[in-house]
């Protein structure tokens, strides 16, 4: 659209100052289109956008997700509840979308049934307890989101190590951890004295009594001597998404 | 000396009114005896009264500490500083007492110089870092005055466990373990795992941040799913007397 | 099979680089089974593995509990529901266990039928309230279930300490004390001062406004002045393996 | 001055208008003297208005203790410096006032030398270590500024009750207790469950680890079964006040 | 009964031995009677004992209920549940006792219909707000149940002032005052301003957000210039207590 | 009234002593009438009085409600719950009053059909995300009441600013802005430096985890480096007459 | 230059493509441009920037402040030490700048000595104590620095209400309030309540004990019923630049 | 040694039973080594050691870094003041160690002379101001340390983005970046919505008030609704390290 407008000032078809206005102007639209290419912020970070389905009434949320779907192909949404999952998936399916739910992580994923594309890289997840099988299973479904392999290790115990080598041979191949930890959390601190990879740990909200709910754990892996980074309590998709970030990028992704 | 009144009444030397009134006296005095004895508490309990120097004059503590010292012929004094600790020796060697300084416990003993009798306890004292080892001195002093031996394995470390294994060997004989460890504290639940002894946990006030000065160290202890019982942040005398108190009781003292 | 190995070596079966070979995959495996071994962490130290009931679906822990009662021939459950419970009693006696449920404790015991092997140690246990007595049965059940026979006072009074004379009594040959108390839990430290026993403090989580829920009990606990140690609020399996603990190393266990 | 202007519109001296706006005009002020009255407030409560020297400038703290001294004939500064105080006394004694320090209680008092006129309320003050001493002599000197007789009954001991008996009996006239203690900050509690008077319950700031300085003392006051009140940590001012407004108040003052 | 021994010594019919023996029995017999009368506690404070109906089963519930009324022939339920009160009544009424129900304070008492001997004390009481009716209410009946009248001045507004002078009015005759306030918990330092009666501040669990649920009231009564006295939050029993046995006090009762 | 005094006194009708005290008396009652002035505070300063409906009965808050529509021809309810709405619609409509139902700000006014008087005040309201709504809602309704026109942009998101700037533009004529928003809170700080308006920040309670529930959102509104004042969490009704007193002030109303 | 370029382009001097990219630089320099616009944000907003002085060493701050000088003419600098000071003076004057020292707000400005000019907007600050007069004063300069005249009454008291009427009449020209207070920080509501004017809310950070230091006044700003915004805890810089911004925007600047 | 025992069998120069023996001996040894071998722990996962002078006295300081760096060439020492920095490097130069200082990131490298072996990783560092500037300078240190080059880009400013294009222009390499910032500590979020590569938040200890200390700065910082690792406050040395474990990974180190 500016070549056109230099052409018809040089053909003098319009004038230099209608030029400089309508220039100005685009300028302007670019800062509209600047703030529009944002709109593909987290999609160019390589992190797929989420619908947080907590506390959104169940035909919100399928409005809400279907119009994600439809704009990207594709949508995730977290934290979904049994009755929002119904509507959901019923919306989804009528207007034609293939619906994934994946139940203990509680997300649910609309997609026109494209595979996505596998990045190469891999994410090893590891969980102390069962309890922390949820929100590890939220990070395991939006690292593969993001293309990567995951493999997991789930309920390797916090106290004794014993069962933590088999699940760090069968991770061997993993270029980052997420290591999901509730109580006194000390296991991603373990893991990473262990192994020569980024650890994330992600802290889960379990234990009662004084600093219950995850807040010993989360304060004992920000205290902790080892070299880990952290996210905040129960936050599986961020976890989720940090990892594949990184394998992504070790792998040239 | 009721006795003695029993006996003037089968006498006829004092009228039974007269006996009755006496034998009342007397109760209100063993109830002031009971109060009396009941001075002798910590000492029945086997744990020895402390002064705590914190925030005393130096000439109000070397008050104190005397009367202590003169009346049950021993004295414990924690938390002392330099400028208290000059004068109290000063005062102390005066007043013909010997005066054994544990400068990194930060405590005196006064004493007429008698050894402590040995009970045949033994306790293990293990620290984390060597900024554990002022609170864990603190429990050595105090675990040795209450007749035990006391082995120690200091830094041990809390990221790796490899100096654990022979520290653990080196305190093989302790019937119980206190445990101290600052920053995220996990030292602790990691000894109690792997022995069959019982451990008390001292969480030291080491560690910046959220959850710093030894509150993120507390909180992993009391989260942990390893069977461990705790005492207050710094609180080195209580760990020492509690372990002294199940060393002593083992060993049949 | 190292020593079959050494055989063949000498009777020059195999090379002397294929023994290498072997004996170090021997080693990996030894590592394996030390890990193996590391599975009976628990079970050395004398104190039962437990299965937390809380936050799993009933079928799940049906499942877990009776894996781990058929591998071992007993099964705790801590914090069941009702509904939980049902379900588990139905699956368990189908599965030849008998079922012995402790409703205050919110526990229940798989068994093949034996009866645990008396190990001589007394535990004695006390609460200030009639609301602590469910975290009393917890530490109850344990420690019977570790061989120690169990003397209860409950609901001594935390205002007056007019009932705790005759419960003191009433415990007089307990090693060791459990005391639970919520609200201002001041009770454990009053029983510290007074027996030559150790005790462990449970804080309960009672009390509402400022440092409700059990959590003035617990600073009440770690700030007392008496030697005491303290569990997590609430943590009577905790509590009651930590007496038993110690009343079985005092009878030589 | 109402009177007079009445006079004056009857004698047709001035116009009722003009009485009129002088009468609104003297509603206003009366406002203003409602206002002064009010300055009068906590004199009127028989409460003694106090300055607080901390974070004052020595000089500022001695020009305004010094105009309190005018206006009122006697002034109680608290909280007061070394450093302060040593002008503060020059200042006075300059200014003809006499000076009556109050050393533990870091309190100060000014006065034209006048004794305060004895109430007949008798108010009891027991602490239970030594470090809460200064917090209870500040209550001691601001009861006794009130007019009432102080007993006092300092280090009775938290944790064995056999000093408490002597010291309730030494105060069996008080007609309302201030109870101050630390750490744990039981004493309140055990007294209030022993005496048929009422009992303010002090938290003063000693203690360290979790829930120290007072908070811990706090807490276990406000979630003490028995009946009680309390001021914040460290308040002796405000108990003191508290206990000489109830102890003049039943002796009908 | 020492009388009779004495005389039996006298007469040579026991040996002094066998007196000795009965004379420490009936010592510790004594301390089982100190505990004993220990147990009027509460009652010779003037303060009744209350039965916390919170987290019993209805039927637990008048078991205690029930038993505490035959023994005292009056007792006080508190916060009590409407399916708990409906078993109670109907258990209490077959049992003989007359019951009165307080809906608001949640409270039930228990009786054999004999009115409460009025000692004379007043006590004023006064809300903030709606919301703080409910234990205001609790701490009226506690005060009644004590022999006192009570005058009530509810909602009297924490942002003006204008309600609050008619309320003071109302309450001239209250030698007390019990003030309760939510949120910011202003009211009763406004209160403890303006009268010359101890005041008693009760912050109540409303407002949300930080500091909400009654922590900032508390903060602010705490904190407050004016003289006051506070209990823990929602504690309006505690503050009806403490208000009618100050109340009492001032009456010579 | 007054007049008509002073014309009995220059009359002689009545004596200057009975003159006088019908003076004091009429003074009296302008206090009283002070104090009744007092009732309109809220309406004198523009600022409509709102009846909370939480945890009042629907029956009660009908009442209290219509009790205030009657007095002041107004009345707006808030934190209604759909119960407490359906009543309250009824016995409005049958007491002739006007119902508004807002129900995502959880608001009802009753009105007698007048419409607000328009003030010329622009209000601008920004959330940052959906959950948000709910929040600026009520401000938004509170803001209208007090005559402001108010533009809203909702859900601007906190992420990206590419939302912003046509919420800015689309809200140019504000002359104050609300910004809500969760979790970590930094829209309202953003704005504050974008525009040369006055910002108000409402923390919302979302988020999850450490300092979620709002806490995060006030904590970082409250350090922020941007010119901006805040009020409490989930504050809406607060913020939304705070800004419209500004915009009205702003217009000269 | 855009004109020049376009002027080029019609003389045929350039070629379209020669333009294109120019004006894609251009574009990219615009949004520089944009950027380096974005630094005169807070001019731009009518509020001046300032220079923490906290933490610095004398030299840097010097440095720095001068820097900011030099470019805009004109600087603050808060909370500035008098070793700071000294420093800063001296090379300011060195450099040309005339230094005016608010001791009590401990802040500096230098200029090239114009005046601030007058916007007419009228800030009223308002003290509840003395020890809240250095942060009303950080606040008073800066209003003033933006133009405002500022009517200050330092001391009005938190307990009674009487100096607080006089006050407000001194201040009946603000358009806008700061209201600075510590402890339980009631006064900010209490202006609101009688104003119709904007009240902003400064909690400072006095008192001890239980939510000492400012959080009780915090925590009773934000929980309090009237219509009242609140800053940081001691921010009177962005009390007193608020304020400024809605006095200078009601007087139309 | 395996070989040479087993040469020995084969050669029957030894038994069978004594191969045995031996063998088990080296499995015990091994195990020693596997302790030993993880002395190397940090070593092999990248990650020099690091020894925090913080608390040490300046002797002790010395002893333990020269052990370090005669052991492993070269070591780290953090959080070092002036007066150790004087001893250490006093003692180094004597021991031939070459000393290099890092002022504002309080660490001290001594090493034999050796340049670090450059990976090819590239660690970006951003402040929001600064006084966040010696918290990534420890991190830069630390990632130099091992081996990266590191882009730096200081007081980007929180408020305004207008400093942040050109900053993360110039780090357009890296390919982790660490983001430092106190007070509300939103720009890690801001970055990590702008770039494609990990982001690692630090939050630093600046800001006062309500969750001042860098608490506000690390809970927006979990809070925050970008894909974000978070560290424990002022933790430059682990924010450094884990970047450059990123970094090194990423270029295949």
Known sequence: MLRELLRQVRAGEISIEYAEREIDALRIEEVGDFACLDLGRRMRCGIPEVVLAEGKLPSHLADIALAHARSSGRCLVSRISREQAVLLRERAQTGGFMVTCHDEARMVILSRGAEVRQSGGVVGIITAGTSDIRVAEEARVVAMEMGCRVCTAYDVGAA?????????????EAQVFVVAAGREGTLPAVVAGLVDRPVIGVPVSTGYGYMGHGRAALASMLQSCSVLAVVNIDAGFTAGAYAAQIANLVVGQ
């Open 160 to 172: 004794g190590i014993h069962r933590l080598f088999p699940a760090l041979k069968k991770c061997h």
